[in-house]
């Protein structure tokens, strides 16, 4: 079987792509990140720039091989929501999105045998009412201080949610699966 590499440092994904069952390796790509999102306005073209260019760089050190890249941006009335590195931070945007919608766009880019496969999915999330004793509780225990919108919806996260609409529910995690296994299938490799 090819050699399928995951180009990610992101835990969530690595679960998520471990669930079609086949193995695959993780290496982190180096991309900076901060470049794109000072100089692009789009979200959703951001995501997928930056899935692109996260796969790119795994696939020009491994050109044999299946790379699969991604990227999840969190955007809030035309503003992205970086990732809050700090409790403060985090307790700022959750204040801010709670009883709100916003948009979480997720890209993810397939390379093999030379072709580029890209796949996005918008998910409209609409966050429940919440107390400021919610909101601190919730970050206590999930710390979600590397993660875009400051939730992880791989963990406690997911109940901070009214409602999340979205054509593959997987792609809020970081993969779309439905995509992935589509792909994947088609390029050759056995899922499941």
Known sequence: MQEIILASSSTSRRKELARLNFKFSVIPPEVDEDSIKNTETDHLRISR????????????????????????????????????ITMEKSFEQLRMLAGKEHSLFTSLVIIAKGEEYIHSVTAIMKMRDLSDEQIHRYIEIDEPLHSCGSYKLDALGISLFQSIDCEDYTAIIGIPLIWTASILTQIGVSVP
């Open 49 to 84: 720039k930056l899935a692109l260019l996260k796969a790119r760089n795994v696939s020009l050190l491994h050109p044999q091989a299946i790379v699969i890249g991604g990227d999840t941006v969190a955007s809030f009335n035309r503003k992205l929501l970086s990732k809050p």
